[in-house]
């Protein structure tokens, strides 16, 4: 990797003969006394998301504040290969923008992944929940910061394929860190030198459609450039405050809108210079898009010179009326869709 400050690459965990290696190889193995669930956060796919104190090891008397992921009881053995995948991946990465591991529990029921605690949740329901309340600087700073983890992630040659504002989680200093390490890939180094990964069981093939390069969703083309693509969406759903990418457009919409040359227009009061990085992420030709290296370093130039963030990007005119606008009974619920379409 010319000049790339991690050593070593990233090791897909699936690579190893038994996962269980994977995970005694990249995560500690902590004692289940040494854990104190206090309550239930939330819902994941295999189990409970959980506050609670992690004792400090050597000083039991110290607790930290953790956020704990349980396995529900009697899954099978694959459930629990494929929900201990999140922490071989996670336990690999040593960044202040990547959410830290802090351990796992296997050796007892129920099994659980451990990290730090992120106060304040996933940034786009933190966004929605505080519209229009921080200044233009400190939304910047966020992604100045998601933009980091992810050059990070890039250099160990870590493609997210999922990265969006639900994936990225906000702690109580308004840091965001980079999070949702489950999805499984391989990483093939190509002759053109760009990292892409050839498709490895990637949940049954769905892919998040409005956050995707087109490669990606065309012929599966995922690589740190559709994962630039993907960043673009997220600093436009951070200068709208968590508001919904293409709105209620389909999928199909989407897609043949991006196809034409469509792109989201800038949100509202967004400076124009962070409106011209979201069309730079979004170039249709992924070589011609900026490295995440380039990224922050324009977030840093930004930053230190706030006067560039005044002049406001024009056009914040309604959402256009989608021409391919149908309206349908129902909408398909989820962001994700399988390749063989809704
Ligand atoms: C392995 C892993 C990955 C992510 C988390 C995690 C969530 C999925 S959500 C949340 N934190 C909050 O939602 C805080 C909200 C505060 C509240 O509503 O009371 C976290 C997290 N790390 O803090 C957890 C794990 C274990």
Same mark, same amino acid.
């Given at each position: 990797?010319?000049?790339?400050?991690?050593?070593?690459?990233?090791?897909?965990p699936?690579?190893?003969?038994?996962? %269980?290696?994977?995970?005694?190889?990249?995560?500690?193995?902590?004692d289940?006394?040494?854990?104190?669930?206090?309550?239930?956060?939330?819902?994941?796919?295999?189990?409970?998301?959980?506050?609670?104190?992690?004792?400090?090891?050597?000083?039991?008397?110290?607790?930290?504040?953790?956020?704990?992921?349980t396995?529900?009881?009697?899954s099978?053995?694959?459930?629990?290969?494929?929900?201990?995948?999140?922490?071989?991946i996670?336990?690999?990465?040593?960044?202040?923008?990547?959410?830290?591991?802090?351990?796992?529990?296997?050796?007892s %029921?129920?099994?659980?992944?451990?990290?730090?605690?992120?106060?304040?949740?996933?940034?786009?329901?933190?966004?929605?929940?505080n519209?229009g309340?921080?200044?233009?600087?400190?939304?910047?700073?966020?992604?100045?910061?998601?933009?980091?983890? $992810?050059?990070?992630?890039?250099?160990?040659?870590?493609?997210?394929? /999922?990265?969006?504002?639900?994936?990225?989680?906000? %702690?109580a200093?308004?840091?965001?860190?980079?999070?949702?390490?489950?999805?499984?890939?391989?990483?093939?180094?190509?002759?053109?030198?760009?990292?892409?990964?050839?498709?490895?069981?990637?949940?049954?093939?769905?892919?998040?459609?409005? !956050?995707?390069?087109?490669e990606?969703?065309?012929?599966?083309?995922?690589?740190?450039?559709?994962?630039?693509?993907?960043f673009?969406?997220?600093? !436009?759903?951070v200068m709208?405050?968590?508001?919904?990418?293409? !709105? %209620?457009?389909?999928?199909? /919409?989407?897609?043949?809108?991006i196809?034409?040359?469509?792109?989201?227009?800038?949100? $509202? /009061?967004?400076p124009?210079?962070?409106?011209?990085?979201?069309?730079?992420?979004?170039?249709?030709?992924?070589?011609h898009?900026?490295?995440?290296?380039?990224?922050?370093?324009?977030?840093?130039?930004?930053?230190?010179?706030?006067d560039?963030?005044?002049r406001?990007?024009?056009?914040?005119r309604?959402?256009?009326v989608?021409?391919?606008?149908?309206?349908?009974?129902?909408?398909?619920?989820s962001? !994700?869709?399988?390749?063989?379409h809704?």
């Open positions: 990797q010319v000049g790339s400050t991690t050593s070593r690459s990233y090791i897909d699936h690579t190893y003969e038994d996962p %269980n290696q994977a995970v005694k190889e990249f995560a500690r193995e902590i289940a006394s040494y854990i104190t669930i206090e309550a239930i956060i939330g819902g994941g796919e295999f189990g409970d998301v959980c506050r609670g104190k992690l004792k400090v090891l050597g000083s039991p008397s110290v607790e930290v504040d953790v956020a704990i992921k396995l529900k009881p009697g099978s053995d694959k459930a629990r290969n494929d929900f201990l995948t999140e922490a071989s996670m336990g690999q990465f040593e960044h202040p923008n990547v959410i830290f591991l802090q351990g796992v529990v296997t050796r %029921n129920p099994v659980m992944i451990i990290t730090e605690y992120m106060e304040n949740g996933s940034l786009d329901t933190f966004l929605r929940a519209d309340k921080f200044q233009v600087l400190q939304l910047v700073g966020m992604l100045r910061g998601i933009a980091s983890g $992810m050059q990070y992630l890039s250099e160990m040659n870590y493609v997210h394929r /999922d990265l969006a504002a639900r994936n990225v989680l906000v %702690n200093q308004l840091v965001c860190k980079i999070a949702d390490f489950g999805l499984s890939r391989e990483i093939e180094s190509t002759t053109e030198g760009a990292y892409t990964t050839r498709f490895s069981n990637f949940q049954g093939g769905k892919i998040p459609v409005r !956050w995707t390069a087109p990606a969703i065309a012929f599966r083309k995922f690589t740190s450039a559709s994962d630039v693509w993907s673009g969406i997220v600093v !436009w759903e709208s405050y968590g508001e919904r990418p293409y !709105w %209620n457009w389909s999928n199909q /919409d989407v897609i043949k809108s196809e034409k040359g469509y792109r989201l227009p800038a949100p $509202m /009061d967004c124009e210079t962070i409106y011209q990085l979201m069309l730079d992420c979004w170039q249709k030709e992924r070589t898009r900026p490295m995440f290296l380039s990224i922050v370093k324009t977030l840093d130039k930004l930053i230190r010179c706030p560039t963030l005044r406001i990007a024009q056009n914040s309604p959402p256009p989608n021409p391919y606008y149908v309206p349908v009974v129902f909408k398909c619920g962001d !994700w869709v399988s390749f063989h809704e």
